[in-house]
């Protein structure tokens, strides 16, 4: 399965030549993530009368491979058309025929079952039947129609298929990572799918998230994403992961769709695709992976799309109810603990799925958020160790808020505290912080109240402020 691929030794591509073709098409293609689409007028009459079967449209695709020219790839709608209003996020997936099992209609009714009435106004569902078999595509497309006919209609379901004329040979590909030939044919594939996929979504919604055809979702997953996206308006951004696995729950700008999609076409044969995103966020200047927890989406299938060999990969991450997305105000952190290398503080209170590890910890040590405003608060969540390192935690420490910052020779602090509570197995959350301090908060201090001979990592520090 793709999904494992992602924990096994990464080989790149050659970098000098990743470069440059990639330089080349970025400054081609930068401004170009338009899609032409002939017979609009058409589409619209058929999108007003509800037909689900239409005729063929054609939208155009650069063949980057070797720089010809546009190739026409021709789009089938099997269900649904797309509406003139741009929604707020796409969710796409794409599915071929398993050997052992179908977990589509489960997805999608995953999908829709977790969102709110208003939330589902914002989105809109592409699935690719990304399947040679026209009788299977057939088949799923009836079961489609009948389990989901009221969000075809009202278009926040579309289901497309691409002629299989449209791909590129499957035959004779490079044995990268001497990988058997039927595991090259299948990743290879998989990266054209989702190439067209992303193509045709360019135009749909403000974001795009991939997920895969055997998840389920969190409840109200798309508030959690919005809230996720506010936060993080006015910082650089290609990726935010909101999974740990493979290819689900990768958020993009829709901008950025159709050079994602160009990228996944030119180097289609060269590595899964997992691997090349790491590639083209790299080449976009995302040097760190971005994840946020708790993961908004699980894997659920049994059995892969290759082989049907038995896969029960799971995110220990995910949580059905995950809404609650901590907000983490600006703050700067400060800590008179030793940084062990380049394990500094703010690593344990960013989106990074990095963290904090200091060392020779001692009583007296703390480490210090210093908002730059003052907040009313009401939950903090800290936890201390990894699973890899299960002893790096505070055995012995304290949970401190205060107020009335002052500067100091040592960086900025907080002339009073008010202690919230202690750590119990490296671990601390306080609710309803409201009701135990009367002031606006500056400052959270984290004191260690025993030295201790292990190290500590501290692997996440959580903020929720109080809602107006």
Sequence with gaps: EIKMRCFRKRSTIPVLAVLVICLLCL?????????????????????????????????TFKDLTNFSGAINVTYRYLA?????????????????????????????????????????????????????????????VQGISRKFAHHIISGRLIVIHTPEEHYPSLDG??????????????????NIDYAFLLNFCGNLSNYYVMLEDDIRCSRNFLSAIKKVITSREGSYWVT???????YIGKLYHSRDLSRLGQ??????????????LIHFQGLLAQK??????????????????????????????????????????????????????HYDPGKAYSSVDEYFWGKSTSAGNY???????????????????????????LHHGALEVGHNV????????????????????????IRDIGHKVEFDIDCIRILVTESQKEWLIIRSISIWITQQ
């Excluded at 935010?240 to 493979?246: N, Y």
């Excluded at 990228?263 to 090349?276: A, G, I, N």
């Excluded at 210090?368 to 002893?391: F, S, W, Y």
């Excluded at 002052?406 to 202690?422: A, F, I």
Aim: glycine content about 4%; proline content about 4%.
């Design 27 to 59: 400054n081609l293609y930068m401004e170009d993530d338009r899609y032409v689409m002939e017979g609009e007028q058409r589409v619209a009459r058929e999108l007003t009368s509800h037909q689900l079967n239409s005729e063929k449209y054609v939208h």
């Design 80 to 140: 649904g058309f797309p509406i003139p209003r741009k929604r707020y996020l796409t969710i796409g997936l794409s599915s071929v025929k398993r050997k052992r099992g179908n977990y589509l209609l489960e997805t999608i009714k995953s999908i829709f079952d977790q969102s709110s009435y208003e939330e589902l106004n914002e989105i809109v569902v592409v699935v690719h039947l990304a399947e040679f078999d026209l009788l299977w595509c057939e088949n799923i």
């Design 173 to 190: 590909l490079k044995r990268n990572y001497n990988d058997p030939e039927d595991r090259v044919r299948f990743r290879s594939k998989q």
């Design 240 to 246: 935010l992961e909101f999974s740990k696995l493979g």
């Design 263 to 276: 990228f996944l076409l030119m180097f289609y044969q060269e590595m899964p695709c997992d691997w090349l």
């Design 288 to 341: 760190d992976v971005i994840r946020f927890k708790p993961s908004l989406f699980q894997h659920m299938g049994y059995y892969s799309s290759f082989r049907g060999m038995e896969n029960k990969l799971k995110d220990d991450d995910f949580e059905e109810d995950s809404f609650d997305i901590p907000d983490n105000p600006p703050a700067t952190l400060y800590t008179n603990m030793n940084v062990f290398e």
């Design 367 to 393: 480490f210090a958020i210093v908002l730059e405003k003052p907040a009313k608060i009401d939950k903090l969540k800290i936890e201390t160790g990894t699973d890899e390192r299960q002893n790096d935690i």
């Design 406 to 429: 002052v500067v100091t020779k040592k960086g900025k602090q907080c002339s009073s505290y008010t202690p919230l509570g202690q750590f119990q197995h490296g671990k601390i959350e």
